[in-house]
Nanobody
Framework: EVQLVESGGGLVQAGGSLRLSCAASGFTFDDYAICWFRQVPGKEREGVSCIDNSDGSTYVAESVKGRFTASSDNAKNTVDLQMNSLKPEDTAVYYC????????????????WGQGTLVTVSS
């Protein structure tokens, strides 16, 4: 079964850190790009950070640059999102998605996606 499963969300105070994990199964991990997205009700989905496992290329949104970092563990088929210096405006449901490259993902062509994990940052 092709699937992505996120974990690691929760409640954190502003300025704190969280690490999210996205576990992939059912497809050739090394051939795919994984992006982390976030969504707040009533707002557009935002691509936060991506990593392409085929060539190592990465993308980071300006809104999180210098604070969030995606990393891939090809042995475990996981992509983690380390989030530091969290702000209340980072509160959202975070989910990971996969496609053959991250440009497709950022344009909305999600081939596989997870159920999401809630991150709440209190002020």
């Amino acid at each position: 079964e092709v699937q992505l499963v996120e974990s690691g969300g929760g409640l954190v105070q502003a300025g704190g850190s969280l690490r999210l994990s996205c576990a992939a199964s059912g497809f050739t991990f090394d051939d795919y790009a994984i992006c982390w997205f976030r969504q707040v009700p009533g707002k557009e989905r935002e691509g936060v950070s991506c990593i392409d496992n085929s060539d190592g290329s990465t993308y980071v949104a300006e809104s999180v640059k210098g604070r969030f970092t995606a990393s891939s563990d090809n042995a475990k088929n996981t992509v983690d999102l380390q989030m530091n210096s969290l702000k209340p405006e980072d509160t959202a449901v975070y989910y990971c998605a996969a496609a053959s490259n991250y440009l497709k993902l950022l344009r909305g062509y999600l081939e596989v996606w997870g159920q999401g994990t809630l991150v709440t940052v209190s002020s």
